[in-house]
């Protein structure tokens, strides 16, 4: 298939556009670079620079492209940033990713595979969190995410457009080639890393006091890999809707910290700091539908691998993609 991939030069976009290329399908990137990275683009794919809050650049490429499907990940991603700056996540996650479906439902692509978020979730009333559960963020970023698949909704009930939102817990992991670099980084395990490189001295535990084992937060941490390949299989399939991507296994804060001091061999300082505005007490998946439906097998459903094959790509890549 050619693929349009919004957001393929961000983290999660740039390990699925290398692994579609794998698999045989066209690609062209899209993407305004300014969160992104031009060295994270594979190599053998096309690129358009472009912003999806700039509609006449979108319909233009999509005019030019004409995909078969596109895959979306051009959206802001920060909890505590979006609780700062709530009209940035509206306008790039809501209205820009309007200018994409509506440039889609013109030029005739009928799929869309998204990325959602379990922050569509908020403040879960059941863990694990199966696709059935209330969706009511507790973030704007988890409800600009949310607007948007409902916005999909729509666009497959009344054009019979194909719309999957596939909800991630933690991405984390990275690939030979591509790997997690954000600026400035708010993500847990890159943080950790940088602390084990040396560029930071400690890393500090948002909370200690909620309701969970060690009182730090639970989440699913995934990696990258398996969160690509479940976006390939929607891509084949013809099936809509949502999709949450977890192991089901959920790790508190400490257990991250000390995983890594396992796998990296550095001792980590880390100091408790008081709770972060946003932050649910427990995130962890109730993935069986993706696993029934979408023929989903994740590969790494331990932690170590996944903070080691991080780790791989830190330290070969100390600044991310800065030369
Ligand atoms: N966290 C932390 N220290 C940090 C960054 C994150 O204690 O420097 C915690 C955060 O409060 C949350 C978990 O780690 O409970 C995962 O946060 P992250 O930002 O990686 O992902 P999120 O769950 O917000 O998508």
């Given at each position: 298939?050619?693929?349009?991939?919004?957001?393929?030069?961000?983290?999660?976009?740039?390990?699925?556009?290398?692994?579609?290329?794998?698999?045989?399908?066209?690609?062209?990137?899209?993407?305004?670079?300014?969160?992104?990275?031009?060295?994270?683009?594979?190599?053998?794919?096309?690129?358009?620079?472009?912003?999806?809050?700039?509609?006449?650049?979108?319909?233009?490429?999509?005019?030019?492209?004409?995909?078969?499907?596109?895959?979306?990940?051009?959206?802001?991603?920060?909890?505590?940033?979006?609780?700062?700056?709530?009209?940035?996540?509206?306008?790039?996650?809501?209205?820009?990713?309007?200018?994409?479906?509506?440039?889609?439902?013109?030029?005739?692509?009928?799929?869309?595979?998204?990325?959602?978020?379990?922050?569509?979730?908020?403040?879960?009333?059941?863990?694990?969190?199966?696709?059935?559960?209330?969706?009511?963020?507790?973030?704007?970023?988890?409800?600009?995410?949310?607007?948007?698949?409902?916005?999909?909704?729509?666009?497959?009930?009344?054009?019979?457009?194909?719309?999957?939102?596939?909800?991630?817990?933690?991405?984390?992991?990275?690939?030979?080639?591509?790997?997690?670099?954000?600026?400035?980084?708010?993500?847990?395990?890159?943080?950790?890393?940088?602390?084990?490189?040396?560029?930071?001295?400690?890393?500090?535990?948002?909370?200690?006091?909620?309701?969970?084992?060690?009182?730090?937060?639970?989440?699913?941490?995934?990696?990258?890999?398996?969160?690509?390949?479940?976006?390939?299989?929607?891509?084949?399939?013809?099936?809509?809707?949502?999709?949450?991507?977890?192991?089901?296994?959920?790790?508190?804060?400490?257990?991250?910290?000390?995983?890594?001091?396992?796998?990296?061999?550095?001792?980590?300082?880390?100091?408790?700091?008081?709770?972060?505005?946003?932050?649910?007490?427990?995130?962890?998946?109730?993935a069986e539908k993706a696993r029934k439906i979408l023929k989903w097998k994740p590969q790494y459903d331990d932690l170590d691998s996944i903070l080691q094959s991080a780790w791989n790509w830190h330290q070969k890549h100390p600044r991310g993609y800065r030369k």
């Amino acid at each position: 298939m050619k693929v349009l991939v919004a957001g393929g030069a961000g983290y999660i976009g740039s390990v699925t556009t290398e692994l579609l290329l794998n698999d045989g399908h066209e690609v062209v990137v899209f993407d305004n670079l300014e969160r992104g990275h031009r060295e994270a683009v594979d190599k053998r794919a096309g690129f358009r620079k472009g912003d999806l809050r700039d509609k006449d650049r979108i319909f233009k490429v999509m005019s030019e492209i004409r995909p078969d499907a596109v895959m979306h990940f051009a959206a802001y991603a920060l909890v505590p940033e979006s609780m700062e700056k709530p009209e940035l996540y509206f306008r790039n996650n809501v209205y820009g990713g309007i200018n994409l479906v509506e440039s889609m439902y013109k030029y005739d692509v009928g799929k869309i595979v998204f990325s959602s978020t379990c922050a569509t979730y908020g403040q879960p009333e059941k863990v694990p969190i199966t696709e059935d559960v209330a969706q009511r963020p507790t973030n704007p970023y988890g409800e600009s995410k949310l607007m948007f698949e409902q916005t999909l909704k729509w666009y497959h009930e009344l054009h019979g457009m194909t719309t999957v939102f596939l909800r991630y817990f933690n991405a984390c992991g990275a690939t030979e080639k591509f790997g997690e670099d954000h600026d400035p980084e708010t993500h847990i395990i890159p943080i950790i890393l940088q602390v084990a490189l040396g560029q930071r001295k400690q890393v500090k535990i948002y909370g200690d006091d909620y309701n969970t084992p060690d009182g730090t937060c639970l989440r699913d941490y995934i990696h990258i890999v398996d969160l690509a390949q479940a976006h390939i299989l929607a891509l084949k399939g013809k099936v809509s809707g949502p999709f949450n991507l977890g192991t089901g296994n959920g790790y508190s804060v400490l257990e991250v910290v000390e995983t890594a001091r396992e796998v990296t061999g550095h001792p980590i300082p880390a100091e408790i700091a008081p709770r972060r505005p946003g932050d649910p007490a427990k995130l962890v998946a109730g993935a069986e539908k993706a696993r029934k439906i979408l023929k989903w097998k994740p590969q790494y459903d331990d932690l170590d691998s996944i903070l080691q094959s991080a780790w791989n790509w830190h330290q070969k890549h100390p600044r991310g993609y800065r030369k």
